[in-house]
């Protein structure tokens, strides 16, 4: 291997660690709420990344983690935004009516 | 013996339903058993958050008033829109006759008493109006978007049964 393209590939190397080590952009994502089921939730989630919770029932559902870590109301009609913080899956659920569940997979 | 009442009144239009689609409920009908039976479990729910005093059954109770109101809130705007005017028919009547009954019956309770006789009957109320709505009601249903207003309830009345159930294992 000659120097110059040792020195391009460590080039890349170091870009490639530089672009992994940046933090991602921010996200939105929405979950719909309606006919007393959640909707898709997003198959890519990164810490830090905001969830917007929709409710288009005519009921007040919740967003409720099992684990207790989010527990966000959902008056009938009302939106809200809920930024993920920690890694992993969370089991949610609707207190109110608690056939409605969901999986968020957090990623780092 | 009243839930007999009821239920055979419920299932009078299915049995006849069968044999002569005819005989069948009428969209005008089934928004009239659907509204009278969301309304008797309102009434039913403020007559539990007046008399209990315990948190489970309150907190139930307030569910049940406010799902119960909005689907029926609803499910008047809709009939509305369609220029459907709601029919009394034999079903509501019995559904009516028989939640005044308990009424009476559960005003005479108290207590721990009462709260276990109101979660007993919220449970097999809710499995009696779930029966209706998926063998005969939602069937029979001829408008598509009543019919789809019907499955909700019939999603969120199942969730009550269940939900009921789970207090009222609390009261064994
Ligand atoms: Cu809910």
Redesign the interface.
């Known amino acids: 291997m000659t120097a110059l393209i040792k020195l391009a590939l460590t080039g890349v190397l170091v870009a490639g660690t530089a672009l992994a080590a940046m933090p991602a952009f921010a996200a939105d994502y929405t979950i719909v709420i309606d006919?007393?089921?959640f909707g898709p939730v997003p198959a890519e989630l990164h810490a830090g990344d905001t969830v917007i919770w929709q409710n288009n029932d005519?009921?007040?559902h919740s967003a409720t983690a099992r684990d207790k870590s989010f527990d966000v109301d959902l008056p009938?009609g009302t939106e809200v935004r809920m930024v993920v913080g920690a890694v992993g899956s969370l089991d949610f659920f609707c207190k109110?009516?608690?056939?409605?569940t969901g999986t968020l997979v957090i990623a780092p | 013996m009243i839930r007999t009442t009821v239920l055979a009144a419920l299932l009078a239009f299915g049995m006849a339903g069968v044999g002569a689609a005819a005989d069948a409920p009428t969209d005008p009908q089934i928004a009239h058993i659907a509204y009278t039976a969301g309304q008797i479990d309102v009434v039913a729910a403020e007559q539990a958050i007046k008399k209990s005093t315990n948190a489970d059954i309150i907190a139930f109770a307030t569910l049940m008033a406010a799902d119960h109101k909005a689907v029926n809130d609803q499910a008047l705007a809709l009939v509305t829109k369609l220029g459907v005017t709601p029919e009394d028919n034999p079903t509501s009547q019995a559904l009516s006759q028989a939640a005044a009954d308990k009424l009476a019956e559960l005003d005479k309770l108290d207590g721990a008493a009462f709260d276990k006789a109101y979660i007993a009957n919220e449970v097999a109320y809710h499995a009696t109006v779930n029966g209706a709505l998926s063998s005969v009601l939602i069937p029979s249903a001829q408008n598509a978007e009543f019919k789809e207003l019907l499955k909700t309830g019939l999603t969120l009345f199942t969730e009550h049964q269940h939900h009921a159930e789970m207090v009222a294992a609390k009261f064994q």
């Open positions: 006919k007393m089921k005519i009921f007040r009938a109110f009516h608690p056939g409605m």
